[in-house]
């Protein structure tokens, strides 16, 4: 009944996203205010339906309802509650419930946040976001109901995969789809913005927040995702350029290029046309991901069941969004022209190169990612492209990015001199110079760990410097810094924060760069000698939990005789699922991780992989700051208070 | 750049303006071959076709693994064979080729015969292996050089090759043999094979 339930929203939800689709848009270009008015409330009336679908759903899971085809697929009666709940969207079916249950909170968000919107702009905006849920509400219905029955009820469920039984992974896709889902709303503000035909400072500052928040998302869900694969798969890296994990990254970038062209949109009035292309983008490349990962046409642990009729339907969605946007920009482009003008040397200029190398990188992962895919289907040839071409292609990249990234802020805008901020971040750049050569000195010849120390010491040292220049730290001392420090919008404060959160993330991936590891089959008693650690291996032995029984070996750590930490890696076997997973031994301190995981076991040795990973926590930890710093910019009264908002008092004004 | 605003985007320039319309519908031609292929079973994510299955084993001669006490192995052992044989790559620093051991164990034991091509390994490394763990190899090639595996087209190791009787390559596998793929795989090849 509660299925049939949750059927019946998803249908009703439909209907209303049609009609949301349709009446705000309409009402927009004949000025009617009544239909405009009938946005934010469809877009209200559209969330109750799919929250009614979606907590059904769930429902399904928690009760597990084993007449529901979705939860026999993926849930067991032994699973713990907070799995059951989340394997009602570790799946492609709830998945996708999940991903328009996001998309409608933002729906609900720009009808309920954007009084002050022009009400021609906010209803356009709801309107294109009825459209986006149209389109998948009726990719659900036609090809992936997850309410289907099957009779007669078997038993029990057949259980979720066990390496997604975790919590870092239960939180992953929702963090996830807040990111994916919050590009759809700039999109949908580019397109807005493209049928009036006029992009001015106001709406660079609308699209702003939504950016930010995209992206802050974006970057918690990847975090969490690499970090889950860190811990969980046991191959002791934590990025692998598989094509799932760069088809999270393609949005990334195109969001971090469009929150910082915004920035120029909203004080200059300049890159107009290029903040709209890259919104277009960043939801292009969101929906692409989506697309490769549930049509199959990719090899990838993260593919759902391959299934090429969805996939046809959702390429028909890409085609109609991606397609049509553009060809709408093409149509509208040219009448848009650019009125900011400035210096190459400026702070616009700095925005500019920013905007450049991102998308460079993202041209970069984007041909690294399909080419394979499509050389095959031209000539046949499987080739797969791996880190080694990424990691050779980005890197340089990503070094000129770096050094830019602390000298922009610092430039003024319209025209800079390039010596005020040679004289700000001189102290800056000896820091840089010496974590290199103190690498060099510590680790022998290892350039590019050494690179990326002196990069982040760069990175956050150019956050400090920009912090304390805005204070006048340096021209008139602590107390007036001090007084000054409340009174700096925050936005000032959550670009510094999110350039020193990358500052960190790069010193953990240049501490990784220094890990080092060792497999050895032990014996009980053995020891093993790596980086310094002596580890012992004590017992091997049988444990059991809830819905599993392991092996888990237990190993002292010491160094120069003085215990350090016990591991206790695991290798568990999933009776229902009948499949084995690793659970690393994980002993994190600030200095990095001691890390174990066990193999298999053959004549009474068992093979043992250790690892040292130096400032391994720091990536996901920079991730996190960089997250905050998105917070704290969102948090700044000016995305409240939308002051240019007056300039466009006639919103009604058609195109 | 000029302190005067800027002109409109003049009009010759203006089809730089398709132009992300016509990478994406490039890219969407792409995705709709892959999935008429995925289909059709012509495109397949998955396989990892070799050039070799269908054919004979390319050319080799390679020396035995002294130590172990096993004969070496050429193309000519792999000509007119009682029964279908596995060609296994391996190495002793390799931690799927250890994963994969008992299964190869097990074909042993069965009767199959497994030959080994021990790959860019060290003598003394691949006969501890193969004392500490038990040798499940009939014969045992040593390709130090790494040249036999590139004429192969090995991806890595462990890869498995099944070679039948007349010593025509019928299948590989990159990766390790689980229990799994001795089921579902190997077994029915035996069979069809023997």
């Known amino acids: 009944m509660i299925a049939e339930l949750g059927h019946y929203a998803l249908a009703l939800a439909c209907i209303l996203a049609l009609a949301q689709a349709v009446v705000p848009i309409w009402g927009a270009q004949r000025q009617d205010a009544a239909a405009m008015a009938a946005g934010p409330a469809l877009a209200l009336g559209g969330l109750l339906a799919v929250g009614a679908a979606f907590a059904a759903l769930i429902w399904c899971f928690v009760v597990n309802d084993t007449s529901v085809l979705a939860v026999v697929q993926n849930s067991h009666s032994q699973k713990p509650m907070l799995y059951k709940v989340a394997g009602a969207w570790g799946n492609h079916e709830g998945s996708m419930v999940l991903w328009v249950f996001i998309l409608s909170l933002c729906g609900a968000a720009v009808a309920g946040f954007g009084t002050n919107l022009p009400s021609a702009l906010q209803a356009r905006v709801i309107g294109v976001l009825g459209l986006i849920s149209l389109g998948f509400l009726a990719f659900i219905l036609a090809t992936s109901n997850p309410f289907g029955r099957i009779w007669p009820p078997p038993a029990d469920g057949q259980g979720l995969n066990p390496l997604l039984q975790d919590p870092g992974l239960a939180f992953h896709p929702p963090l996830l789809y807040l990111g994916y889902v919050g590009t759809a709303v700039t999109f949908a503000f580019a397109i807005a913005a493209l049928i009036e035909g006029r992009v001015d400072a106001a709406w660079g500052r609308w699209v702003r927040p939504w950016a930010l928040a995209s992206w802050g998302f974006l970057t918690l869900g990847i975090a969490l995702g690499s970090w889950w694969a860190y811990y969980e798969l046991g191959w002791g890296g934590y990025w692998f350029w598989d094509p799932v994990e760069n088809a999270s990254l393609l949005p990334w970038l195109a969001g971090a290029a469009l929150l910082h062209s915004a920035i120029v949109v909203e004080k200059r009035e300049a890159l107009k046309l290029w903040s709209v292309l890259l919104a277009l983008l960043a939801f292009a490349m969101s929906l692409l991901g989506t697309f490769m990962v549930r049509s199959g046409v990719l090899n990838s642990v993260h593919a759902f069941a391959n299934d090429p009729e969805r996939g046809v339907f959702i390429l028909a969605l890409l085609a109609f969004y991606v397609g049509g946007a553009f060809i709408l920009f093409a149509l509208r482009a040219p009448a848009m022209a650019p009125t900011g003008v400035f210096a190459p040397v400026s702070r616009e200029g700095g925005l500019v190169l920013n905007n450049l190398l991102l998308c460079s990188i993202l041209a970069v992962v984007f041909t690294g990612t399909l080419y394979p895919m499509f050389l095959d289907i031209l000539t046949g040839e499987k080739i797969s492209v791996g880190a080694p071409f990424f990691n050779a292609a980005v890197a340089p990249l990503a070094a000129l990015l770096f050094a830019a990234m602390a000298a922009g802020p610092l430039l003024s805008w319209k025209r800079a001199r390039p010596w005020p901020v040679v004289q700000r971040l001189w102290w800056v750049a000896l820091a840089g110079l010496g974590a290199f050569l103190a690498t060099l000195a510590v680790s022998g010849w290892n350039p590019l760990p050494a690179l990326g120390f002196g990069a982040a010491a760069w990175l956050i040292g150019g956050a400090l410097a920009d912090v304390a220049d805005r204070l006048a730290l340096f021209r008139s001392g602590w107390r007036t810094a001090i007084a000054r420090a409340g009174g700096l919008p925050r936005s000032a404060w959550g670009g510094a924060i999110a350039h020193a959160g990358m500052g960190i993330t790069v010193l953990g991936m240049a501490g990784m760069g220094l890990a080092t590891d060792r497999l050895a089959g032990m014996r009980v008693g053995d020891h093993v000698a790596l980086a310094g650690y002596d580890w012992r291996l004590d017992a091997v032995e049988d444990a059991t939990g809830p819905n599993w029984t392991s092996r888990r070996a237990t190993l002292t750590v010491t160094r120069d005789g003085a215990p350090v930490t016990v591991l206790r890696p695991e290798r568990r076997f999933f009776p229902v699922a009948r499949q084995n997973t690793t659970e690393a031994a994980i002993h994190t301190t600030v200095f990095g991780d001691l890390y174990a995981v066990m193999g298999e076991e053959t004549d009474g040795r068992a093979v043992i992989r250790l690892h040292n990973n130096p400032l391994a926590p720091w990536i996901w930890l920079g991730a996190a700051v960089m997250a905050l710093g998105a917070g704290v910019s969102l948090s700044d009264r000016r995305v409240r208070v939308a002051a240019p908002a007056r300039r466009r008092a006639d919103g009604t004004q058609p195109a | ?194």
């Open chain 2, 1 to 194: 750049m000029s302190e005067a605003v800027p002109p409109p985007i003049p009009r010759r320039r203006r089809w730089l303006l398709w132009a992300p319309l016509g990478v994406a519908a490039a890219g969407g031609v792409g995705f709709y071959a892959m999935l008429r292929g995925l289909s059709s079973g012509s495109y397949d994510p998955r396989g990892v076709p070799s050039a070799l299955v269908g054919h004979q084993a390319p050319a080799f001669t390679l020396p035995p693994l002294e130590a172990a006490g096993l004969p070496g192995l050429a193309q000519a052992d792999l000509i007119d064979m009682p029964r279908p044989v596995l060609v296994n790559f391996w190495a002793s620093w390799c931690v799927p080729c250890v994963i994969e051991h008992p299964q190869l164990m097990r074909l042993s034991r069965d009767g199959v015969p497994v030959y080994g091509i021990n790959y860019k390994d060290k003598p003394a490394d691949a006969a501890g292996f193969l004392a500490q763990r038990g040798n499940p190899f009939a014969r045992l090639g040593r390709d130090q050089p790494g040249r036999v595996a590139i004429d192969w087209g090995v991806y890595g190791v462990p890869e498995t090759y099944f070679v039948d009787r007349g010593g025509i390559i019928r299948w590989r596998f990159p990766g390790a043999v689980t229990p799994e793929l001795l089921r579902d795989d190997i077994q029915p090849l035996l069979r069809r094979y023997a």
